[in-house]
């Protein structure tokens, strides 16, 4: 199966919360990281959990790990429509140098 | 710093056709990775290379793909024949460092292969 999985599409309002998640495999992984993706660009680094973390919070963005069921979300409080993007799980597996990525999740955001 | 650079931003081939890509990673990052991203199969990752030497290919979909990285400054990925089922943006990234804590890499706009 795949190594990161994430759902392809999550719709929500204008100004509601929008929650990704994500599941991964390696357990080794040191850090797991949420990039961003908008239309015609390349991916951007949003944030990153380091492994021995539950949570992460910044601004508006909010990470959860749960290591055990190898779960991270990512909460986007306040959905604006700038907010609309891929947004990408990655870990690193085995503590290797490169990322492996989810598919990406297609945030729609409705007005 | 300009970011990671490549070149072409789109390109339209026909099939059969030598189709080079060409990538800039940031000044002083050492590893450098290539990506495919489809709409069927996601982000995928091609090849990387930590200070100009290829370290895993074994995401190269065959042997009509090949990359080089004749210095810390530049990068090709080269198709040859081209086919249509190799249409997909191809992106590069470099890394500051391997084993730097967070790992970041830094993406490129893409381009944009088309393939006739």
């Known amino acids: 199966g795949e190594d990161v999985e994430q759902s392809l599409f999550l719709s929500v309002r204008e100004g509601d919360s929008s929650v990704i998640n994500c599941t991964y495999t390696d357990s080794s992984s040191t850090y797991l990281y949420w990039y961003k993706q908008e239309p015609g660009a390349g991916l951007q680094l949003l944030t990153y959990i380091f492994s021995n973390m539950d949570m992460k919070q910044d601004q508006r963005l909010t990470v959860l790990l749960n290591k055990k069921d190898k779960h991270l979300s990512l909460r986007i409080a306040d959905t604006q429509t700038g907010d609309s993007a891929i947004y990408f799980c990655?870990?690193?597996?085995?503590?290797?140098?490169?990322?492996?990525f989810g598919k990406g999740t297609h945030l729609i955001i409705q007005p | 710093d300009a970011g990671v650079i490549q070149s072409p931003r789109h390109e339209v081939t026909e099939m059969g056709q030598e189709v080079t890509l060409r990538c800039k990673p940031i000044?002083?990052?050492?590893?450098l990775f290539w990506y495919r991203q489809t709409m069927m199969r996601g982000l995928e990752l091609l090849i990387y290379f930590n200070n100009n030497v290829p370290i895993d290919d074994s995401g190269m979909p065959e042997d009509r793909f090949s990359a080089k990285m004749p210095n810390a400054s530049f990068s090709t990925l080269k198709i040859q024949p081209s086919e249509p089922r190799d249409s997909a943006v191809y992106f590069c990234?470099?890394?500051?460092?391997?084993?730097?804590?967070?790992?970041?890499?830094?993406f490129g706009p893409g381009t944009r292969l088309t393939v006739l």
């Open positions: 990655a870990e690193t597996p085995g503590g290797a140098d490169g990322l492996t």
């Open positions: 990234a470099s890394q500051p460092r391997p084993g730097l804590a967070s790992n970041e890499q830094f």
């Open positions: 000044s002083g990052h050492n590893s």
